[in-house]
């Protein structure tokens, strides 16, 4: 069974009697939806509807203390700490950065392990995935059975992006790093920061950004950050890259019309084919289902 310590994710606890209904009212995911046995994607936006974080929300048993374990990359975790102590006001919630004392660990490809190794989901993103934990710290080298990267070759190759990977924090929509594929925005949900724009985007269906999954000839991927084209058009920048596939950030509609027009995209200079998963249910560029 293939697992992984990500030594690039922190955990944020948020506790209390107010705690749900505190982070209902900020976060995209409906946490009503949020229980022990069943993690949530999810994102705090800007007003103007851009993520400034995104992570997998966890919550405890009551018999261990109960609250909800914010899975970020690592580097933001004290500024999504203090960013939500900004909204707090008067609720009652405690707001801790755990990251020296909890780690996040992934696996696949077998069933997870017993609730007893920590708090143990399947990711909630996608089930080929397979499952995502909060442990305590000491014990993430127990499920280190293979590198990090291997389970980020396997989140690109299956098409899931990353914030501070995939795309920067603080520029891109939800609907642009494929949250609302991934179950990351609750559209029925009540109010929280940035929902009128989001909301907006998915009514009128303007999303003409997105990131796609792409194959690279000769098994080799651009930096995250490469522009990509076509002939002379500038379509958009890569995302992280492995073992010959990687994630880009292009116009869509662009990105029809140079296929149309039998032009090669290139990422960073290198040929690539855009390569639609299965559970991608907007229009994509080359395909039959196109109308951009």
């Known amino acids: 069974m293939p697992s992984a310590h990500l030594p690039d ?5 948020v506790s209390g009697e107010d705690a749900r209904t505190f982070l209902d009212g900020l976060l995209t995911c409906d ?5 022990p046995r069943r993690a949530r994607l999810g994102a705090l936006l800007t007003p103007q509807g851009k993520i400034l974080f995104d992570f997998i929300v966890f919550e405890a048993p009551q018999e261990i203390g109960g609250g909800y374990f914010l899975d970020v990359t690592k ?3 004290p500024d999504l700490a203090k960013r939500l102590a900004f909204y707090r006001l008067r609720a009652r919630v405690l707001i801790e950065d755990k990251s020296d004392a909890l780690a996040v660990v992934a696996g696949w490809d077998a069933p997870p392990p017993a609730d007893e190794a920590g708090l143990i989901c399947e990711d909630p993103r996608l089930p080929a995935l397979g499952w995502r934990g909060v ?3 000491e014990d993430a080298a127990e499920f280190a059975t293979v590198p990090p990267e291997d389970y980020h070759a396997r989140r690109i190759a299956l098409g ?3 914030g501070g990977r995939d795309f920067l924090f603080g520029e891109a929509f939800p609907h642009e790093a494929l949250m609302d594929q991934l179950h990351g925005v609750d559209f029925d949900k009540g109010c929280y920061v940035g929902q009128e724009v989001v909301s907006r985007m998915q009514h009128r269906g303007t999303a003409r950004t997105r990131i796609v999954p792409a194959v690279y000839e000769g098994g080799f991927a651009a930096e995250a950050g490469a522009e990509v084209t076509a002939g002379e058009k500038l379509l958009g920048k890569a995302g992280t890259g492995a073992r010959g596939r990687g994630l880009l950030m292009i116009r869509l509609d662009r ?3 140079a296929l149309a027009a039998g032009e090669t995209i290139r990422a960073g200079g290198i040929p690539v084919t855009l390569d639609k998963p299965d559970w991608i249910g907007f229009p994509f560029p080359g395909g039959a289902d196109e109308r951009i």
């Open 9 to 13: 994710r922190g955990v944020v606890k």
């Open 135 to 137: 442990v305590a710290a």
């Open 75 to 77: 580097v933001f975790a």
């Open 255 to 257: 990105a029809a019309e």
């Open 160 to 162: 899931v992006p990353e």
């Open 31 to 35: 946490m009503d939806r949020v229980s």
